[in-house]
């Protein structure tokens, strides 16, 4: 099993529509967890940190579910500049800052 | 602030051959990065430096790739002899330092990465 999975996607979202995806992690001893964005051809860029209470950045909110250890990322009003892969990361402190990535879901979000 | 910088952009390279990509990381970091991303696959983590010491590379394939970090500075990661699944983009990351508000060292900054591609 990965350490860290997301489904590749690609999510057809119409430009306004809301999309959420999630990412799941293996190690239960992993403490802090982040959202990537990469847009194509370019590197990875940070997108937001997941708080255990949950976060929200403008129209991006982000969930932690420790209980069965995953994590989600939901888009409202999606833009069409909101088209990218989005990785999930996953850092376990106590391993030296180990930071996992997982495999990216892909959005696409179209007229 | 300068960001990470990376060279070369490209390279092209024949299977046997061997290559070597070079890094310089934001002024203060202290964790710089290597990670292997293959086309659709999410950064697959090769070493992590701590300053100068290596902190994580149990994914580095040792038989033919090795980095260093002189000075714990820049770093330098080098393949040899490429293989024709070493073709993937080789991205390095540097992180911070510790800050009494919130652990910033998590932050990522990534250089735009070496394109290889052996044939």
């Known amino acids: 099993r990965k350490e860290v999975e997301q489904d590749p996607g690609p999510f057809n979202v119409p430009e306004g529509a809301t999309v959420a995806f999630n990412c799941t992690y293996s190690?239960?001893?992993?403490?802090?967890f982040f959202w990537y964005r990469q847009d194509c051809r370019k590197e990875p860029k940070l997108l937001m940190s997941v708080y255990s209470s949950g976060n929200e950045d403008g129209r991006f909110t982000a969930q932690l579910n420790r209980a069965s250890q995953y994590i989600s990322l939901l888009i409202r009003d999606s833009k069409l500049s909101d088209s990218a892969t989005y990785l999930c990361?996953?850092?376990?402190?106590?391993?030296?800052?180990?930071?996992?990535f997982g495999g990216g879901t892909r959005v696409l979000v179209k007229p | 602030e300068a960001g990470v910088a990376q060279s070369p952009r490209y390279k092209i390279i024949e299977k046997r051959q061997s290559v070597a990509f070079w890094c310089n990381p934001i002024s203060g970091h202290a964790t710089l990065y290597w990670y292997q991303q293959i086309l659709g696959q999410g950064p697959k983590l090769l070493i992590q430096?701590?300053?100068?010491?290596?902190?994580?590379d149990s994914q580095l394939p040792k038989d033919r790739f090795s980095a260093e970090r002189l000075k714990g500075v820049d770093s330098t990661l080098k393949i040899q002899p490429a293989k024709l699944e070493d073709s993937a983009v080789y991205l390095c990351?540097?992180?911070?330092?510790?800050?009494?508000?919130?652990?910033?060292?998590?932050?990522?900054?990534f250089g735009s990465g070496t394109q290889l591609s052996v044939l």
């Open positions: 990351a540097s992180s911070g330092v510790r800050d009494r508000r919130f652990y910033r060292a998590e932050k990522l900054f």
């Open positions: 990361v996953v850092n376990n402190r106590a391993a030296g800052n180990k930071l996992t």
């Open positions: 430096f701590q300053n100068n010491g290596v902190v994580d």
């Open positions: 190690n239960s001893a992993s403490q802090s």
